[in-house]
Structures are given as structure tokens and as C-alpha cells.
């Protein structure tokens, strides 16, 4: 409930303390006193739009402070714990305005923005008034009001989760198709692609091996050529080699007479003898090996020539070629597979829709039930506030599942006919000023237990009734105030007697020299004679009269 309300410069209003209670609480006064200044202070408070013609005439601001005292368990209390805030003891909210636009919010003494400051106040008050087109009047609201009547809640939330699950399956799989689409716009190029390179087939080192072959062919003749003369240098007649067993012949024949000291230079010889036979083997394979033969060339030439244009073909190294045929190997391998992914996909994607639509239709199910209870619950207040001839109706259009959102299938609004006969419409165009108010009470005293804030304020609910239909809507009021706090601003005598808290609002010169004197909106509470004078004058008018005391008396008396 809202606690305590403080006012600092605010309009004509320079300094106000006010301290509520739980129960029906009114706020009378003369037309002008100042009732709505103090309304449009507390929507500041509470996240309003900012203002800059509410600060108070010769100060640079005003500031407006609402301390509200709810449960631990309270929407609020969590909405304070997710941004990182106190949740503990009373709720202070509080708005700085300045004269220049600007504006500041504190929660707890802590700087939020203003879209926290109305989220929160949202949660714990609630303003209804003639032209109030917010809460109640609001067809955008009227789907959440019906499921917290039902109890719905719990039904939404699986709801919304179902939604996002099937939104999900389906952008995964229009995800996967649209890849496959493209994977498979290139499946001819990259089946042409390995086709060519495994005909190709290349090896890894293979166009260094072929480069060195055809250099080495290239210049096969003049090899060839030096080779047999190195081979002539060792061998023949007048070569290394006949010379070398000469002087090996020699040697050997006089060896023995040299007493051993040949020895060593015979050793010597037999070795060169060994190593030029072994030279002269060497370039005899060389010889054969460097035969000339130009079809060979050509084969060699042609296959690095086919694997150079491939590496350029696919800009990539001739080594890379085999890694290249592989990777597009795979790619082929995953379009194939792709038709069994999306098919999986798919299938998820069917399972999430079908889920969310039989959960959407089951919701929607409950919806039609809470609707027609709804409607009863509403039918009975309307009579006794001197509705009988109107209708009250909720409206449940239900889209087709594909076109359900996170919150169902159904759109909800409350439509109603003042007349027998007249066509249903939204309340807003339908009903007159003082009906329109009356309609709002009916709904409200019919949601009472259900998901309503926990201060509710009613601006001239009351206005354009009188005699019998005022006192209903006083006892209406004062029904709705066993649930939740209940601030009435109201010229009834009749619903100001029903009151458990009255508080009287009114414009009076500030002290001071008459030309520094100005008008200012003071606000007190009210003790049991006060309250039955105030209520005498709400009778009588100007001049209270013994009978306007007797009849408020009466008044007073007549309460529950």
C-alpha cells in the first residue's frame, strides 16, 4: 500500500506530508482545491511523463517522494532484486522535476531511469479515472487482466516458452535449407571439380620429383658425352688404370728384395685399383641412366605442364592439389548428408509447432471458461450500480495457430452495450463519463482478488451519480478496499461516509504581506467531527445546516 506521500514544490503546493492507511481512504474538497495536483504529484512519483510546469511558481524544482509498504513476495521486491537494488523495508520512490525539463528518479535513494520508476509503479498503483485510457480501458491490457482472473498465468508462461522453442526449430531449419540451397547450386561444379582431380591424382612432392627428372633429361646429351670421357681417362690403353697396374707389376717384382718397405705403396695401388673399378662401375650406370629419350621427356613435361595449370586452375600450390580434392571430397559427402539434416530439422521444427498449438488451444480453452466467469462476476455488480439495462462482454477472437504469438492464439477485449438492443463496443466509446467510471468499478471489484495492484486510486468515480446509485458505489468501494488500499477522490456525500480514512483538500494565502501572499493546496486528516462537518457541507453546500449534520450523520451511521 502506499504508506506516505511527500510534496516538495509541486504546482501550489509547497510543502505536503501525507500519511495513509490500509482500507477506503477519500480525498473531498471545494472544485479547484487542488485534488488533481495531488494526483498528478503521486503519477510523478510513480513514473509519469516529466513536466516542467509542475514545479511550484519562484523554484528552480520540485520533488515528490511515494513510500509504499508491500509483502516480501511482492512483483516489485524481484523487479528491484534483477536490477541490482535493495529490496529490503519500505519502497521509496522519488522524482526530482526541474524548471529547464529535466528530470531524476531514486529508488531507495539509488538513481534509476524513468522506465524502471514506471515499471514499479505500474506493479503498485493503479489510477482509474474518467479519462483515463490506460489499465482497464486499455484493449492491449484486457488478455493479461482475463488470465490473471483465470489463473492463466502458469499457462502463458509455458506459452511463451513453447513459442520460442518452435520459433527457434523453425529459423534453424530455414537456416540449414537456404545453406543447402547453396551447397547445392555448386554440387555440379564441385562433382566436375574432384572428377578432374582424381583423374589427375597428384602426389604430394611429385612436381619437384618431375621438375628435377626433365632438367635432368634436358641436358642428358652433353652428360653423356662427358661421361665416356671420364670413362676413357680411367680405362683403355693409356688410362688411369693400365698405368696404375704397371706400377703395380713393378712393384710387386721387387718387393721381396725391398725387404718389406714396398709394402705400404702396394697396399696404396691395390686400393686405387679397387676405387677406379668402382668410379668406372658408377659411370657406366650413369651412362645408361642418362640415355636420351625424348618420349619419356615428353611424358614427364606433359604430366608437371597438367598439374602447374591445375595448381593455378584452383589457385593453389601443385602440393595442395591432393589436400584440395580431398576438402571438396567432404563438401560433396555434406550436401548429401544435408537432405538427412534437414529432413531431422524438419521434423523438430513440426514437433515444437504441433506442441505450442495444442498448448495455444488448451489456453485458449481456459480463456473461453474464465471469460464466461468473468462476465458473470461483472453482471452482478452492474445492477446494483444502476447498470441493469447494460451488457458486459468479453471478446475472445481466436487467430488461426499460425498466427499465434508468444502469448497464444487469442486476442481479448472487453466490450460492452448500455442498451437492450445497442451494439457491443469498447468501453472507452461506448459509455458516458459517470457510466464509464461505474463500468471500471464493476470490473474492478470483479478482478478484486486477482492480480490487482495494491493501492488503487479512483479519480471522481462517482461523477454524474447521486442518492441511491452513489451509495452502491461507495459500497462497492468500500468492498474493493477488504483487498487492496482504495484512494477516492470524490464530491459524494454518500461514498465519503463509507470511508475508513478521510482526508479533506483545500486552497488557502500563504502568510506573508498581501502582495507576497499566494494561493497554496494544504491536505489534513480528518477526526470523526471534522469528518461529519465535511460531510454536512458536501450536503448543504455553502451553509451547513443542523439538518446537513443530521443527514451526515445518518450517513455515517449507515456504514457496514
Known sequence: MLAALSIRDIVLID??????DRGLCTLTGETGAGKSILLDALGLAIGARADSGLVGQGVEQGSVTAVFDVP?????????????????GDLILRRVQTR??????????????????????????????????????????????????????????EARKLHAAAAEARTALADHVALLARAKAEQDYLTHVVGELDELAPRPGEETALAEERTLMMHAEKIAADLIEADEAL??????????????????????????????????????????????ERIAEAMRAMEFDP????????????????????????????????????????????????????????AASTAYAAHARALSTGRQKAA????????????????????????????????????????????????????????????????LSRFVLALKVALASRGSAPTLIFDEVDSGVGGAVAEAVGRRLAELAK????????????????????????????????????LATRIETLDAGERREEIARMLAGATVTDEARAAADRLIGSQP
Open 15 to 20: 510543502r505536503l506530508e501525507l500519511v495513509l
Open 72 to 88: 516480501a513476495t511482492h512483483p516489485a521486491r524481484a523487479t528491484l532484486r534483477d536490477n541490482g537494488l535493495d529490496a529490503e
Open 100 to 157: 529547464d525539463g529535466r528530470s531524476r528518479a531514486f529508488v531507495n535513494d539509488q538513481p534509476v531511469s524513468i522506465a524502471l520508476l514506471r515499471q514499479l509503479g505500474d506493479a503498485l498503483v493503479e489510477i482509474h479515472g474518467q479519462h483515463d485510457e490506460r489499465g482497464l480501458l486499455d484493449a492491449s491490457g484486457h488478455r493479461a487482466i482475463l488470465d490473471a482472473f483465470g489463473g492463466l498465468e502458469g499457462a502463458v508462461a
Open 235 to 280: 680405362s683403355g690403353d693409356g688410362g688411369l688404370d693400365a698405368r696404375l697396374n704397371v706400377a703395380l707389376r713393378r712393384l710387386a717384382r721387387v718387393a721381396e728384395q725391398a725387404g718389406g718397405r714396398l709394402d705400404a705403396s702396394i697396399e696404396a695401388l691395390e686400393r686405387t685399383l679397387n676405387e677406379a673399378a668402382d668410379a668406372r
Open 295 to 350: 618420349a619419356r621427356l615428353e611424358k614427364s613435361e606433359t604430366r608437371l605442364f597438367a598439374l602447374r595449370a591445375a595448381g593455378r586452375k584452383h589457385n593453389v600450390a601443385v602440393d595442395d592439389l591432393a589436400a584440395l580434392a580431398d576438402k571438396l571430397r567432404a563438401q560433396l559427402a555434406d550436401i548429401e548428408g544435408g537432405e538427412a539434416r534437414a529432413a531431422a530439422l524438419a521434423k523438430v521444427a513440426e
Open 372 to 435: 464466461a466467469k468473468l462476465d458473470k462476476e461483472v453482471a452482478k455488480e452492474l445492477k446494483p450500480l444502476k447498470l441493469d439495462k447494460a451488457q458486459f462482454k468479453t471478446q475472445i477472437d481466436v487467430l488461426p495457430e499460425a498466427q499465434g504469438g508468444p502469448e497464444g492464439i487469442d486476442r481479448v477485449s472487453f466490450l460492452i452495450s448500455t442498451n437492450p438492443g445497442a451494439p457491443f463496443g469498447p468501453l472507452i466509446k461506448i459509455a458516458s463519463g459517470g457510466e
Open 483 to 518: 483487498a487492496a488500499q482504495v484512494i477516492v477522490v470524490t464530491h459524494s456525500p454518500q461514498v465519503a461516509a463509507l470511508a475508513r480514512h478521510h482526508f479533506r483538500i483545500s486552497k488557502s494565502a500563504t502568510n506573508g504581506a498581501a502582495k507576497s501572499a499566494r
